[in-house]
Each structure stands twice: as C-alpha cells, then as structure tokens.
C-alpha cells in the first residue's frame, strides 16, 4: 500500500487566516493518521505579491497550532529544494518535455492582440477561449514568451473525495500558461509537477479551484502522471452566510488569536469542526482524537460558517481542561501589570479561583488585578445592576455596614465565610442575587469575578472589611 503523503504549498502574500490554516490541518490529520508525510512547500513564482517575512509566518502559525512537517523549507528532505523559486530548472525541463510531445507552444501575441481576440468574443457574444486563436507556426520557444499548454479538450468525470462525482465538459479546457515571460511557472502548471516528484497521494484545496480541475486533469494526462486523490473543501463562510470569510469579516492572522489569550488545542479544535464532525453530539476533540476519527467523507459539501462566539466557548472549555502548572506556565503573559512582583503561589491561588471564569487567557487582567492591589471604588456600577438600582445609596451602605459586623469575626477560609454569607442572608432579609452582588462589588469593583467566598477568602479578613469600608466612605 502507497504511503500517504499530503502537503500544503501557501504563497507568501500574507498572514495566515482561518480558510488556509483549516487546509493545513485536514491535509496534516489525514497523512497523521496512516503514518505518512506532511509536507509544507512553499509557492513563491509571484515575485510581485510576496510579502517579507511571510514563509517565517507561515510556520509559526503552523508550529503554534501543533501542525508538524516531516519534510519543508526549513527542515529540508529528499525532494529538496521545497522553495519553488529555487526550482526554476526542473520546471523548465518539463515544460520542454510538453514542447517536444507538442504539447506546448510559445505565445507569440502581445497583449493588446489578446485583447483584441477577447473583445472579439464579446461582440459574438461568445466566451473567449485562446485556443481558438493558436498559431499555427509558433516560434521556437527559447524563455523570453509565455509557454502555453496545447490543450486536449474533452469531458471528464472524476471522484472529488469531498463533493462526490464531479464533470464537466470540454469548454471548461482552454491553453493556459505553463511558464510566464519572466521564466516563473504558473501554479496551474508547478504545483503538479511537485506533486508527482514529491509523491503526493491527496491534494486538498479551496473550492474556488474546482473549475480549475478539468484543466488539471488534461495537463496529468499530458504528462502521464497519475492524478492524486482530489479532494475539495468548501468556503468558510462569514457569520452571516452571505460571502466567503474575508478581512473585514474576522479572518485575521491565526497569530492574532495567539495573543489575545487563545489556545492552540482549542482553536486546532475550532478548525477541524468547520465543516466537518464525526457523526456524534462530541464537540471538544483533542489532538490526538482528530488524528483517530478524522476522514474526508465526513466533511460536508456546503460551507461552514466562521463563528468567533463558539471559537470562544471552546476555548473556555479548553482553559478548565488544563491542569493548574500547565495554566500558570500558559499564562505568564497576561497577568496585570500590578501582579507583576507576586509570588509563584500568590498567582497560582488567584488563577485556582478564576480558571472556571476565564475565556481567554487575555480575562485574567480584570479577572485577577482587584487581588494584587486595592480598587477604585465606582457606584456608578452599582447604580447600573438592574437588581441594586432598585434600593437606595443608604440601604446600599447598611447592607455593607451589616456586612463588615459579621465578617469581622470567625474563620476566613471559604467554607466559613460561606456560612457567614448565608447567615447575612437571613439576617438582611435580601435574595443573593442583592446582597451578594453588593458585596462582591464592594470588595472588587469588577464586572465579574469568581465565587464570593473564595473571593474573600483569598483576599483575607483585613483587605476585605479595609476595602468595604473605603467603599461606604465612597458612597
């Protein structure tokens, strides 16, 4: 049996976003999970659009989601170089087996007879197809002039590993260029002679490149080259369905999400789940899950929604999956600057009782500065509760003030100071979602924070009646 051996082949024209990375991913799970190779090669024949440092881009991202490469620019291997601009000569002899089969011809017009032919078309009403215009003596091609393929039209019928049956017919086939006047080949023509030298078995890409097929296929056959297994994976669609995921829609640098406090276990999980489940209610997979159950005939036809909201519910999950050493080492980036001088155990304690509220590791500033140094009070909060507003800036400090009477005395650890909450609450009289909230804005004056008792707790007995009766002078 052939070993699997997929690849992904990114120009460096940009960051990486969530369309590209989602490839990557199903091309790694797919050649993971046989043993086989992934291979990361590099397409760089558009000298003009390259942008600088994108390839060291491209493989942080990749390295940061946990995606591996057994062969690629950097790591080398046996089909080296992996950078197609330092493959110039081999595409060139290839071109020039095409030539001499009469399979490709120099392009002698220039640009504006082609757009002679092309206006000419249109006044027929009649699609344009440059192979209704090929000369019948070509001149001898020495590299100065575009090479164009001699193509075959016909119809074809293949197996897409995703989408089923696919056909065509043969106006779907025209001459394309194989090598391009500066002596870059065209993707059309590179990318299937890496793939056979380098021994790809599957080739995964976007769906925008299903009406290249038919010409894909005319062009292995030319060559006599096995077609791979195809495999088409449709659009990530924007939240709201209507157009392909693009910049203005979220589809930022994978990279971005790196530092704003996301994990790469969840956002691997993110991808591998658009457009694709395992035919069960599971939604949290690890690595190595994905690696088990992933197939390509479980990814679905149509296009998958991008949905930041759910991204961020899984990465909640993922958070409270994570043992307490693993999340203080995760998170030493995103404490507040006022954490800074605290000791090991001081932060270990704070994120035991915030683990269970954080989203992204990026929460833990708010989440955690009110324990490192004392807060601002801002009735202004108080006043914005829908439940608090109801009572008055009075009843608000005898609440506090009762408050203080019974915390100041007993035990402090958390199991006692949630008796002595329950106890404020028969001796107030008021529902929780009152007192409590009452008291955790007047130790914290955050948003949210974790249990009330733990809250205190952590804080101690000194700081926590210190800060309510700072908050009543405020009043």
Same mark, same amino acid.
């Given at each position: 049996?052939?070993?699997?051996?997929?690849?992904?082949?990114?120009?460096?024209?940009?960051?990486?976003?969530? *369309?590209?990375?989602?490839? @990557?991913?199903?091309?790694?799970?797919?050649?993971?999970?046989?043993?086989?190779?992934?291979?990361?090669?590099?397409?760089?024949?558009?000298?003009?659009?390259?942008?600088?440092?994108?390839?060291?881009?491209?493989?942080?991202?990749?390295?940061?989601?946990?995606?591996?490469?057994? =062969?690629?620019? $950097?790591?080398?291997?046996?089909?080296?170089?992996?950078?197609?601009?330092?493959?110039?000569?081999?595409?060139?002899?290839?071109?020039?087996?095409?030539?001499?089969?009469?399979?490709?011809?120099?392009?002698?017009?220039?640009?504006?007879?082609?757009?002679?032919?092309?206006?000419?078309?249109?006044?027929?009403?009649?699609?344009?197809?440059?192979?209704?215009?090929?000369?019948?003596?070509?001149?001898?091609? &020495?590299?100065?002039?575009?090479?164009?393929?001699?193509?075959?039209?016909?119809?074809?019928?293949?197996?897409?590993?995703?989408?089923?049956?696919?056909?065509?017919?043969? !106006?779907?086939?025209?001459?394309?260029?194989?090598?391009?006047?500066?002596?870059?080949?065209?993707?059309?023509?590179?990318?299937?002679?890496?793939?056979?030298?380098?021994?790809?078995?599957?080739?995964?890409? /976007?769906?925008?490149?299903?009406?290249?097929?038919?010409?894909?296929?005319?062009?292995?056959?030319?060559?006599?080259?096995?077609?791979?297994?195809?495999?088409?994976?449709?659009?990530?669609?924007?939240?709201?369905? +209507?157009?392909?995921?693009?910049?203005?829609?979220?589809?930022?640098?994978?990279?971005?999400?790196?530092?704003?406090?996301?994990?790469?276990?969840?956002?691997?999980?993110?991808?591998? $789940?658009?457009?694709? &489940?395992?035919?069960? =209610?599971?939604?949290?997979?690890? *690595?190595? %899950?994905?690696?088990?159950?992933?197939?390509?005939?479980?990814?679905?036809?149509?296009?998958?929604?991008?949905?930041?909201?759910?991204? #961020?519910?899984?990465? *909640?999950?993922?958070?409270?999956?994570?043992?307490? %050493?693993?999340?203080?080492?995760?998170?030493?980036?995103?404490?507040? !600057?006022?954490?800074?001088?605290?000791?090991?155990?001081?932060?270990?304690?704070? #994120?035991?009782?915030?683990?269970?509220?954080?989203?992204?590791?990026?929460?833990?500033?708010?989440? /955690?500065?009110?324990?490192?140094? %004392?807060?601002?009070?801002?009735?202004?909060?108080?006043?914005?509760? +829908?439940?608090?507003?109801?009572?008055?800036?009075?009843?608000?400090?005898?609440?506090?003030? $009762?408050?203080?009477? %019974?915390?100041?005395?007993?035990?402090?650890?958390? !199991?006692?100071?949630?008796?002595?909450?329950?106890?404020?609450? !028969?001796?107030?009289?008021?529902?929780? @979602?009152?007192?409590?909230?009452?008291?955790?804005?007047?130790?914290?004056?955050?948003?949210?924070?974790?249990?009330?008792?733990?809250?205190?707790?952590?804080? *101690?007995?000194?700081?926590?009646?210190?800060?309510?009766?700072?908050?009543?002078?405020?009043?």
């Amino acid at each position: 049996m052939t070993s699997i051996r997929t690849r992904f082949a990114p120009s460096p024209t940009g960051f990486m976003h969530v *369309g590209g990375v989602r490839t @990557a991913l199903f091309a790694w799970l797919i050649a993971r999970q046989s043993e086989g190779v992934f291979i990361l090669r590099i397409e760089d024949t558009d000298k003009i659009r390259e942008v600088k440092g994108s390839i060291a881009q491209i493989e942080n991202s990749l390295d940061w989601l946990g995606i591996t490469w057994g =062969e690629g620019v $950097t790591v080398g291997g046996p089909h080296a170089p992996y950078l197609q601009s330092q493959r110039l000569d081999i595409y060139k002899a290839w071109a020039q087996k095409l030539v001499d089969a009469g399979r490709a011809y120099a392009d002698p017009y220039t640009q504006t007879e082609l757009e002679d032919f092309r206006d000419q078309a249109k006044a027929a009403k009649r699609p344009f197809l440059y192979r209704d215009h090929r000369p019948e003596q070509p001149p001898t091609w &020495n590299g100065s002039q575009p090479l164009r393929f001699r193509s075959d039209p016909k119809n074809y019928v293949w197996k897409d590993a995703v989408m089923g049956e696919l056909s065509s017919g043969p !106006e779907a086939i025209d001459d394309f260029i194989l090598i391009k006047g500066d002596g870059f080949p065209t993707y059309n023509f590179c990318h299937i002679v890496d793939d056979a030298l380098m021994g790809i078995t599957h080739v995964l890409r /976007s769906q925008e490149f299903i009406s290249s097929t038919p010409k894909f296929l005319n062009l292995y056959e030319a060559l006599k080259i096995q077609a791979p297994v195809l495999a088409t994976l449709p659009y990530v669609m924007a939240i709201d369905g +209507k157009k392909k995921l693009g910049k203005r829609d979220g589809a930022k640098d994978i990279l971005e999400y790196s530092k704003e406090g996301y994990l790469p276990e969840a956002m691997m999980n993110f991808l591998a $789940t658009l457009g694709w &489940n395992d035919g069960t =209610e599971q939604e949290i997979f690890s *690595g190595d %899950e994905l690696i088990e159950k992933f197939s390509l005939d479980r990814v679905q036809k149509s296009p998958a929604r991008f949905d930041e909201q759910r991204l #961020l519910w899984l990465n *909640g999950q993922w958070i409270r999956r994570l043992e307490i %050493e693993d999340l203080y080492e995760r998170a030493v980036d995103f404490w507040p !600057e006022c954490a800074q001088q605290a000791s090991k155990d001081a932060k270990t304690q704070v #994120l035991t009782l915030v683990q269970d509220r954080l989203k992204t590791l990026a929460d833990l500033a708010i989440l /955690s500065s009110y324990f490192f140094e %004392e807060p601002t009070p801002n009735w202004a909060m108080v006043d914005d509760n +829908k439940q608090l507003s109801k009572l008055s800036r009075k009843e608000h400090v005898d609440l506090l003030r $009762t408050s203080m009477n %019974e915390l100041s005395s007993g035990k402090f650890d958390s !199991e006692s100071v949630q008796t002595t909450l329950n106890h404020l609450l !028969e001796v107030t009289g008021q529902k929780p @979602a009152i007192l409590f909230s009452l008291i955790r804005l007047g130790v914290s004056w955050a948003p949210f924070s974790p249990a009330l008792n733990d809250t205190i707790s952590a804080l *101690g007995q000194h700081a926590t009646l210190d800060r309510l009766q700072q908050s009543i002078d405020a009043a």
